[in-house]
């Protein structure tokens, strides 16, 4: 009873900031710049079959998310030191990992940034690029860096949905198509779904709210009702910006428009809102962008700092380099480096079923680390069963390396 009453507790106002710092965290970090890309070109391709490839992914978000948050909620470790906890070196194996494919995914990140200033106001891409990565520093070198990711990531999540529904709203997509073609598609491509599947869960997104938990202090048993609220309301945040951003470019292309190859996205938002589409494009891109900056540098280091005491302290600063060496990179190449993206998108593949595969274990047989807890049956069979799909979609991956030797 008495852990009970500790669960049902109202939290103080910075943790309730933290608990919606995670939500929005997670959920903008799963919707950045390659999603968008990913969502139109797919649209384009399947129309509104492609509402079934979204539902599938969300399903399996909902399986992993409610997982990684519990296991990493209830036992208070960070994904990396219940690695080393199962098997030792295993947590150094997995920062590496994620933090090499943070890094890379963080020079798409900031290109991101530099097309959504371009699209916004006309500002050239090397200097928007700069000016995103500067105000990514400036928050990280507050005093409160906690506290203005929290603030940032909220209200730039919120403009994202409500931008890009407006123009899904403009653009008049057929609905109840869509949600018929959800549960009964005229077209199945499962290449597509893995697509989407690694895209949105893979790397450093998997934990990057469960993660900004731990460094707010929302853990433990008792802080179980919580943490799941925060999960579930997470998935609903991605779930809701994943349909308003198919429906929006949906219904352009259910018209028969012809969307530019270079930037379809761009050519979608601007045939259904004419100029102030494109710019509103501007913005919806820009800020999915600067989130993921946010949560690729936030999450990627936070692999890092428990390490070592000395990492921790300097914990800020970490987090300021990494966003500098992503954005040096940028202005050095000139655009996104696609073979180390290819390369990181294919370590990610590799690193989800790791991963999730040491929390899952730890599900099953470590209830030392979770200081006792019942885990619950039901979900322990569904992380199971989707554990395998990670498997399938891993070995995947692979081909993703292969082709970088050909």
Do not use: C
Request: no cysteine; proline share 3%.
């Amino acid at each position: 009873m008495a852990q009970q009453s500790e669960a049902d507790s109202r939290p103080s106002p910075a943790k309730r900031g933290a608990l919606l710092g995670a939500v929005f965290l997670m959920a903008t970090s799963a919707i950045g710049p390659g999603f968008i890309t990913q969502t139109t070109e797919f649209t384009i391709q399947l129309g509104a079959a492609f509402a079934f490839a979204i539902l599938v992914s969300i399903l399996v978000d909902i399986a992993v998310q409610l997982n990684v948050w519990r296991v990493i909620g209830v036992s208070g470790m960070r994904a990396q030191d219940l690695g080393n906890k199962v098997v030792p070196g295993l947590g150094y194996v997995m920062a590496a990992l994620v933090v090499f494919g943070g890094l890379v995914f963080n020079i798409g990140n900031i290109a991101g940034t530099s097309l959504g200033l371009d699209a916004l106001v006309g500002l050239d891409v090397k200097i928007g690029g700069t000016i995103s990565a500067l105000v990514a520093v400036a928050i990280f070198l507050s005093k409160k860096a906690g506290a203005a990711v929290d603030r940032l990531v909220v209200v730039l999540g919120v403009v994202m949905i409500g931008l890009t529904t407006y123009v899904a709203i403009t653009s008049a997509p057929p609905v109840g198509q869509a949600m018929q073609q959800a549960v009964l598609p005229d077209r199945v491509d499962f290449l597509v779904i893995t697509t989407l599947i690694g895209g949105t869960v893979g790397g450093y997104i998997t934990y990057a709210g469960a993660h900004r938990l731990v460094d707010a202090g929302v853990t433990g048993p008792e802080r179980i009702a919580e943490v799941s609220r925060s999960s579930i309301t997470s998935l609903v945040v991605t779930g809701i910006m994943r349909l308003v951003l198919f429906l929006a470019v949906l219904g352009v292309v259910n018209t028969g428009v012809s969307l530019a190859t270079g930037n379809p996205t761009a050519t979608a938002f601007h045939a259904a809102a004419g100029e102030v589409g494109l710019r509103l494009f501007g913005m919806i891109l820009w800020a999915a962008s600067l989130t993921s900056v946010i949560g690729a540098a936030y999450t990627s280091v936070s692999f890092l700092v428990t390490f070592s005491a000395k990492l921790e302290r300097r914990r800020n600063w970490l987090v300021v380099a990494f966003i500098a060496v992503s954005a040096a990179v940028f202005l050095v190449l000139g655009q996104s480096p696609t073979t180390l993206l290819v390369l990181a998108g294919a370590l990610n593949g590799l690193i989800l079923p790791v991963g999730f595969g040491v929390l899952m274990w730890v599900a099953l047989r470590r209830s030392d680390l979770l200081h006792g807890y019942r885990y619950p049956k039901w979900l322990l069979v569904i992380g199971l069963v989707v554990w395998l799909l990670t498997v399938y979609l891993g070995v995947n991956s692979l081909g993703g390396i292969a082709e970088l030797w050909n």
